[in-house]
């Protein structure tokens, strides 16, 4: 079965810096890959999803993901962070062909320095 | 998220009482899915159903059971509720048909003394 790693379980970053979170899957093929945000109490919300095509895909709240088939990878990106994005991070992985197997990431939870 | 709701939001119940959990949409989507959360483990799938009355077991079913009756409903059951089942529950929802993203609920808080 696939499986999702992320590297980092808490990153700290001043706002306007830079940011990029890590994600590492696992799966014999081209995935479909996911990443999702959970604000503090709230539930999960799509931010971007890469299929196929442009391995840079571009996502809401000004997020952009890079897969990367030779690193396994799939990070998140955002060129100036606001603090209105401290929350939780979940890098997801889905087989294709299997809608009943997404597979998530421990998480990474964000802070923002002000 | 739009869509898809929870009830209740929190609960604390006793070990050993039964316990269930609601997830209605209003999206007319066939698939529907039940997670837990804890810290350090992300989601993990619990059950999932494909449709009408079928449902099947995901990585972390023991001590739960699920229903659907209606495309709209989808229960989450614990027959006898156990501390170690304390945790925050998501339901999701997705269209199918080629499409994979899954949209959640606002979750449940569930306590087990």
């Known amino acids: 079965a696939q499986s999702v790693t992320q590297p980092d379980i808490h990153i700290t970053v001043s706002e306007g810096a830079s940011l990029e979170l890590r994600c590492n899957y696992s799966y014999g093929a081209t995935p479909y890959l996911f990443w999702y945000v959970q604000s503090p109490g709230q539930g999960l919300q799509l931010l971007l999803k890469?299929?196929?095509?442009?391995?840079l895909v571009q996502g809401i709240k000004g997020f952009e993901a890079e897969f990367k088939r030779s690193q396994s990878s799939f990070n998140l990106r955002k060129p100036s962070v606001h603090w209105s994005d401290a929350a939780e991070y979940f890098c997801a992985v889905a087989a294709r062909g299997n809608n009943n197997d997404m597979r998530f990431g421990a998480g990474t939870r964000l802070t923002v320095k002000p | 998220d739009a869509g898809i709701t929870q009830s209740p939001r929190h609960k604390v119940t006793e070990t050993g009482t039964p316990v269930t959990l609601r997830c209605h949409q209003t999206e007319n989507h066939r698939y529907m899915y039940w997670y837990r959360q804890d810290p350090g483990h992300g989601l993990r799938l619990i059950h999932y159903s494909y449709g009408v009355k079928d449902t099947d077991k995901g990585e972390v079913s023991d001590g739960y059971s699920v229903s659907r009756s209606k495309t709209e409903d989808f229960l989450l059951t614990l027959e006898s509720a156990t501390s170690s089942q304390t945790s925050v529950y998501f339901c999701?929802?997705?269209?199918?048909?080629?499409?994979?993203?899954?949209?959640f609920g606002p979750g449940t808080r569930l306590t087990v003394t």
């Open positions: 890469y299929f196929s095509g442009d391995t």
């Open positions: 999701a929802m997705s269209r199918g048909e080629g499409t994979y993203e899954q949209y």
